[in-house]
C-alpha cells in the first residue's frame, strides 16, 4: 500500500522567465517571476515546470529551487539540458511563460544547533544547497559543502555556491578540478580529522546517495537525502514517484510519494534496493546479539 499525505497543493501559474544565463555545456541558470515561490520556499522544496510552448512535452518536471529573491519576487533554477522538457525550458526567451507549481515538498530540517551541516553535492544536486547554504548562513550555523562531478564541465554550481563564502570542496573523478576522487571520499577525510558533531545533507545522483548514506551509517552521523525519482504530478496522484520508507515504529517499509512526504528523507529509513534500510539491519543485528 502507498502511504499519501493530503497536501492542498499549489495552483499552477504562467510564470514569465526574467533571466537567462547560459553556463558551460548543458549547464544554465533560469530566473522566473513567481511572488508565492519567491516568498515562501523552504531549501529543499521544487517545483514542477514546464514551457509554454510547442515544443514542449505534455508533463512539468520537478527542479529545485536554487535561490529566491524575494525584493525581486523571483526564483532561480539550475538546469541541465538532458532531454525534451529541459531543452524547451533552457529555449525559452525572456518575457515567455512557463507553467509552474510550487513550492512542493519537504525542505531539509535544520541541524541540531550544536551541529556543523556538511552538505554533499553531484551534478546539478549542488541546487538546493545554495539556497540551504543561504538560510544556513543566515541562521549563524556553521556549514561546509563538498561539490563532486565527473570532470570539471559538471561544477558549473560552483560560482553561485561560491558567492554565500562558506567552505566548498570541489572532486571530479578525472581529476581535471579539485580533489581527484569521489566527494564522498572527500566527506570521509573531513571526517577523519574529527570535527565534532556533524548533520549530513546529500543531493545528487542515486550512486552517490546511496553511498553518502552508507558514509553516515558506517560513521553514525544523521544524514537527510534529497531523492530523484521520477515525477509525473508532484502533488501526490499519479504515484510515479513512490520510494520505499521504512520509519522507526514500522516494522516493514511502506511506499511513500517522494514528491509530498520527500523528496529530503532520513537516509537511515530510505530501503534502498536489494538491501534495506540501515534501520532495518541495525534492528536487525540487535536482536541477533
Ligand atoms: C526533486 C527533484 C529535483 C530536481 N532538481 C533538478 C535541478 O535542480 N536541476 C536539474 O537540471 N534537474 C533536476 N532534476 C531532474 C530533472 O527533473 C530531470 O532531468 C528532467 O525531468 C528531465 O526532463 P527531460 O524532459 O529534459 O528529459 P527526459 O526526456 O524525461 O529524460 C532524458 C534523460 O534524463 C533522464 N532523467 C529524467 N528524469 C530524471 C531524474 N529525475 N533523474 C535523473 N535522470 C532523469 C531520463 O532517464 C533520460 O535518460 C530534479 C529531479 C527531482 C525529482
Ligand atoms: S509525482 Fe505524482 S505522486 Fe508524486
New binding site residues.
Partial sequence: MVATTSPRPPASRDVPLVARRPLQGP?LLLTFRHPEVAGRTRAGQ?VMIKANTAAD?LLR????I?SVHPAEDTFT?????????????ADLRSGETAGCLGPL?RPFPMPPEDHEALLVAGG??I??FVLFGDELRRAGRRARAFYGGRTSGDLQGHDPFTALGLPLACCTDDGSFGHHGRVTDAVEAYLDTRPGAVTLYACG?DAMLHAAARLAERRNVPAQV??????GCGVGTCLG?VVRIQRADEPRGKYRC??TE??VFDARDVVWAGEGSSRARREAAAVLR
Fill in positions: 549547464y521544487f512535452p518536471r520537478p527542479f529545485s536554487m533554477l539550475f538546469l541541465k539540458v538532458v532531454g525534451s522538457g529541459t531543452r524547451a525550458l515538498g546539478y544536486g541546487a538546493p545522483p534529497s531523492l530523484d525519482p521520477w515525477m514517484c517522494a514528491c520527500g523528496p
